[in-house]
C-alpha cells in the first residue's frame, strides 16, 4: 500500500504555521500597546505617555553631547556605559561605530520603559564620503543627482547608527562676509526651495522606517542669512513681507515634502529671538504647515536668549523656549533643570509637556526605533557600493564646477602643451578641499590637485608643481620657485582658494578678497608670460576683480569634496565638459554686498550708481561657460494671454552648435511688471538641465501654472495673484504675455 503522505504533511506544517502565529499573536497582544508594533503609530505613543513619569517625559525633552571638549553639558561614553539608567533621550554628535552606539542603546532599552535614544549629527554634505558643499552643489542644477547624494548620505549615515541629521540648511543668504553663505543653495528662492526638497527625499526616502532613511532637520529657521554685516549669531532685521516672499518658502515647501523636524536658529528675528519665537515656531510651523515632527533649538540656543538679553535666567528661558514652541532642547541642560520646577509652580501645563514628548516619540516611532533600536554592525559595503558612491561624489563636484573664464586654453591642448606648472597653496592640499561640517571625512581619502593631474595626466605631460606661498601671511620666499615653474612649464595651473575653516559657522570676513599674499602670486607668476589657468576652492562667492585679469582661464571648484581634484583634472583635460551656473552673485568688491540678481526695480534705473566702481557684478546669478556652443531660439507661447485657472506652455529650442556634447541648463524667470507689492527684476521660477549633443537641438518646456507661477504672498502668507502683464526670459530671450480677469 502506497501511503499518500501528501496530505499528512501539507496539514503538519499548516498546523505548525498555525501555531506560530497563533504563539506571536499572543504574544504581541499581551505586550503594552507601545511595544506592539501591529498597534498604530498614535496609539502607541498615548499608551506610551500614559505610563511615563513626569522625569520620564522631561528626560526626552533634552539633547545631550557625548565628546571631549570643555562642554560643562559633556557626558562621556564610559559615564553612560557604566550608568544602569542613562538619563538620555537624544545624543548628539556619538558616532565613533555602531557598536558602540548600540551598546549605549541597549543601557537605554533596558531602562523601565526602554525608550530608544535618537541620535543625531551634522551630515550637511557627505557623511565620510564627501559631495561639494552645498553652495556648489546649487551650482549643479541637477537636483536628482543631488536627492541620490544625499541618498548616499544617508545610508552611510544610517550605518553608522545615526538616525537623524541636522541638514539641509535653507537660510537664503546674499551676504558672502557670512561664513554660513557656504550651507545654503545660493542667493536664489526657488532654488533653495528645489534642492531642499532634494535632501528631504533624500535623506527620508520613501519611508522613514527602512533601513537607511534618516530624518531630516530644516534649519536655521529662519532668516538667519540676514544676519547683520556678515557677522554670526547677530540681528535680523526683516519685513513680514520680505519674511513670507522669501526667507520663509523653501521651509513652507520642504515641510510640504514632508520634512519632519526643524531647528529653531540662533538669529533675533525683528527683537524676537527665534527660539522664543512663538508665532513662527507654533503658529506657522506647527499649526498653519502642520509639521509632523518636532522642533529642536539650536545649540545651546535656550540659553542664549539670556545673552540676547531677552530673558534673566535659565529658568525664564526654558519657560519662554518650550512655550514658544520649542520641543527638544540641544546640549545646555536648560529644559532637564527646569521644567519640573515650571511645571510645579503651574508655569507649564502637563498636557503642553505631554504635547512636546509626544511629537519627539512620534519621530522615534516613525523612524523604526522602538521595533529596531540597533543599527546593523560589521556592514562592509562592497567595493561596487564604493565605487559607485564615489562615482556620484565625482559626478556631482564636476556638475557643481562652473566655468568662469576660458580665453580658449581650455581643454588643455596636449598637442601644444607637455609641461605644465601646479602652482598655489591649494595644489597639494585635501583637507581644505572637504571645506566645513566635514562629518567623517578623512584627509587621508582626499587626493590634492596636483596628485590628481599626475595619475590621470602624467603619461601624457610633465607636470611640476611650487606650492608659491601659504594661503595668507607675508611670506613671499616661495615666489622665486613658482617663477621658476612657470618658465619651465607651457602652462600654469594656479589653485587658490580658502581653507576649509574660513567659511561655515562662526568664520565671516570682512572682505571678500583672497588675502594678499595670494593675489600677489598671480600676478608674479603672470611675469612669466605663460597662459594660467585659476583654479579656485572656497566657501564663499570670492571678489576677484584684482587677479581675474591675470588669469586666461578661471575654473571655480568651491570645496568640491572627497572626489574633487579628479573631477577638476577631467574637466580640465576636457574629459568631462562643465556645465555649472552660478547660485550665487560674485561681486565685483566686497564694497558691493549685498547684491543679487532678484532686486526691486529702482526709481531711476540708469542712475544711482556707484561713482568709484561699476556697479555691475563680476559674474552674476546664473553665469557659466561651457566647452560647448549653445544658441537660444526665441521663445514660444501656447498664447499671448490666460486667464487665473488656465496653463501657459513655453517653449524654447536650444541647439548645441559646437563639436562638444555637453549639458546646459535653462533658467526661467518671471518679471511680474506691476504689482501692488513691487516685485523683483525678475524671478527663477523653473529650471530643467539636459544633455545636448554636438549639433543637436533640444527643446525646454516651462508649463505655467499661474497661481504657482505668477504668484506672490503678502505681508500674512496670502498668495496674491494679479492681473496684468509678464515677462518670461530664458538666456535673455524674452517674450510677454497678459493674465487677465
Ligand atoms: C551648531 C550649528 C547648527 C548645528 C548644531 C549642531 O551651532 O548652528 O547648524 O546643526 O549646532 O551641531
Redesign the pocket.
Known amino acids: 500500500m502506497i501511503f499518500n503522505w501528501g496530505y499528512k504533511v501539507k496539514y503538519f506544517f499548516t498546523g505548525i504555521l498555525f501555531m506560530c502565529c497563533y504563539i506571536i499573536t499572543t504574544a504581541q497582544s499581551n505586550l503594552p500597546i507601545y511595544k506592539n508594533i501591529k498597534i498604530n503609530i498614535e496609539d502607541r505613543i498615548k499608551d506610551l505617555l500614559s505610563r511615563m513619569t513626569i522625569q520620564e517625559k522631561i528626560l526626552q525633552t533634552s539633547q545631550s553631547y557625548v565628546g571631549n571638549n570643555d562642554n560643562p553639558n559633556n557626558i562621556n561614553k564610559e559615564e553612560i556605559l557604566s550608568n544602569t539608567n542613562p538619563q538620555i533621550g537624544s545624543l548628539?554628535?556619538y558616532s565613533d561605530d555602531a557598536k558602540m552606539r548600540n551598546a549605549i542603546q541597549t543601557k537605554a532599552m533596558n531602562t523601565r520603559l526602554g525608550i530608544p535614544i535618537l541620535f543625531?549629527f551634522?551630515v550637511i554634505h557627505g557623511f565620510k564620503n564627501l559631495y561639494p558643499i552645498p553652495l556648489a552643489v546649487g551650482c549643479s542644477w541637477n537636483v536628482n543627482l543631488y536627492e541620490q547624494a544625499c541618498m548616499m548620505a544617508a545610508k552611510e549615515t544610517y550605518l553608522a547608527g545615526i538616525n537623524w541629521t541636522?541638514?539641509p540648511?535653507l537660510d537664503i543668504s546674499r551676504d558672502p562676509r557670512w561664513g554660513?553663505v557656504s550651507?545654503c543653495y545660493g542667493e536664489d528662492v526657488y532654488t533653495n526651495a528645489v534642492f531642499g526638497v532634494a535632501a528631504v527625499k533624500g535623506y527620508q526616502g520613501n519611508g522613514l522606517s527602512n533601513p537607511y532613511s534618516i530624518a531630516a532637520?530644516l534649519?536655521?529657521f529662519v532668516g538667519y542669512g540676514l544676519s547683520e554685516g556678515g557677522r554670526d549669531y547677530t540681528y535680523t532685521e526683516i519685513s513680514n513681507q520680505t519674511l513670507w516672499d522669501t526667507y520663509l518658502i523653501p521651509y513652507q515647501q520642504a515641510i510640504n515634502a514632508g520634512a519632519i523636524t526643524l531647528?529653531a536658529?540662533?538669529n533675533n528675528l525683528n527683537g524676537i529671538p527665534m527660539i522664543a519665537n512663538h508665532f513662527l515656531l507654533t503658529d506657522i510651523v506647527k499649526k498653519r504647515w502642520q509639521l509632523p515632527g518636532f522642533i529642536v533649538s539650536?545649540?545651546?540656543g535656550v540659553h542664549q536668549l539670556i545673552e540676547q538679553g531677552n530673558v534673566l535666567n535659565n529658568k525664564e528661558a526654558a519657560l519662554k523656549a518650550f512655550k514658544s514652541g520649542v520641543d527638544l532642547d540641544?546640549t545646555d541642560d536648560v529644559y532637564k533643570d527646569n521644567l519640573l520646577p515650571l511645571l510645579n509652580e503651574d508655569k507649564i501645563r502637563i498636557t503642553e509637556l505631554d504635547s512636546a514628548v509626544y511629537r519627539i516619540l512620534k519621530v522615534k516611532f516613525m523612524l523604526g526605533l522602538f521595533d529596531n533600536p540597533y543599527a546593523p554592525e560589521n556592514i562592509i559595503d562592497d567595493s561596487s557600493t564604493q565605487l559607485h558612491d564615489k562615482l556620484i561624489s565625482e559626478k556631482l563636484a564636476s556638475e557643481s564646477m562652473v566655468l568662469l573664464k576660458n580665453k580658449n586654453i581650455l581643454p588643455i591642448d596636449f598637442k601644444h602643451i607637455h609641461n605644465i606648472a601646479v602652482i598655489g597653496p591649494m595644489s597639494m592640499d585635501s583637507l581644505d578641499l572637504m571645506g566645513s561640517w566635514i562629518g567623517r571625512g578623512k584627509e587621508i581619502d582626499v587626493t590634492s590637485v596636483y596628485t590628481a593631474l599626475k595619475r590621470k595626466l602624467n603619461n601624457v605631460i610633465n607636470i611640476s608643481f611650487a606650492k608659491g606661498a601659504d594661503f595668507d601671511g607675508t611670506d613671499t620666499t616661495g615666489f622665486e620657485d613658482a617663477y621658476k615653474a612657470a618658465m619651465t612649464a607651457d602652462l600654469c595651473i594656479i589653485c587658490l582658494g580658502e581653507k576649509g575653516i574660513w567659511s561655515g559657522?562662526n568664520a565671516s570676513r570682512s572682505s571678500i578678497e583672497l588675502p594678499y599674499i595670494q593675489e600677489q602670486l598671480i600676478k608674479m607668476v603672470s611675469k612669466a608670460k605663460k597662459p594660467i589657468v585659476l583654479v579656485l576652492f572656497n566657501g564663499r562667492p570670492l571678489a576677484l576683480k584684482n587677479i581675474e585679469p591675470y588669469a586666461d582661464a578661471i575654473l571655480e571648484s568651491w570645496q568640491p569634496g572627497t572626489m574633487g581634484a579628479f573631477a577638476v583634472a577631467d574637466i580640465l583635460s576636457g574629459k568631462s565638459n562643465p556645465s555649472g551656473k552660478l547660485d550665487i552673485t560674485f561681486p565685483l568688491t566686497s564694497g558691493q554686498i549685498p547684491i543679487y540678481y532678484s532686486m526691486r526695480p529702482k526709481a531711476r534705473p540708469s542712475s544711482g550708481n556707484y561713482q568709484d566702481i561699476s556697479t555691475q557684478p563680476l559674474y552674476p546669478f546664473g553665469y557659466g561657460l561651457s566647452y560647448s556652443k549653445f544658441a537660444y531660439d526665441s521663445i514660444k507661447l501656447s498664447s499671448s494671454h490666460i486667464k487665473k485657472e488656465e496653463h501657459l506652455i513655453a517653449r524654447i529650442n536650444v541647439q548645441n552648435i559646437s563639436d562638444k556634447d555637453g549639458l546646459e541648463t535653462v533658467l526661467w524667470y518671471i518679471t511680474d511688471k506691476t504689482a501692488s507689492i513691487t516685485r523683483p527684476i525678475k524671478e527663477l521660477r523653473f529650471f530643467e538641465k539636459k544633455e545636448i549633443k554636438k549639433n543637436n537641438t533640444k527643446t525646454f518646456i516651462f508649463d505655467i501654472d499661474p497661481l504657482r507661477d505668477l504668484s506672490y504672498p503678502d505681508a500674512d502668507g496670502n498668495k496674491i495673484l494679479e492681473p496684468g502683464e509678464f515677462i518670461i526670459e530664458a538666456n535673455g530671450q524674452k517674450a510677454s504675455f497678459d493674465l487677465i480677469e
Do not use: T, V
Request: glycine share 10%.
Open positions: 548628539i554628535y543625531g551634522d541636522f541638514s540648511m554660513r550651507e532637520c534649519k536655521h531647528m536658529g540662533f539650536d545649540w545651546n540641544m559657522e
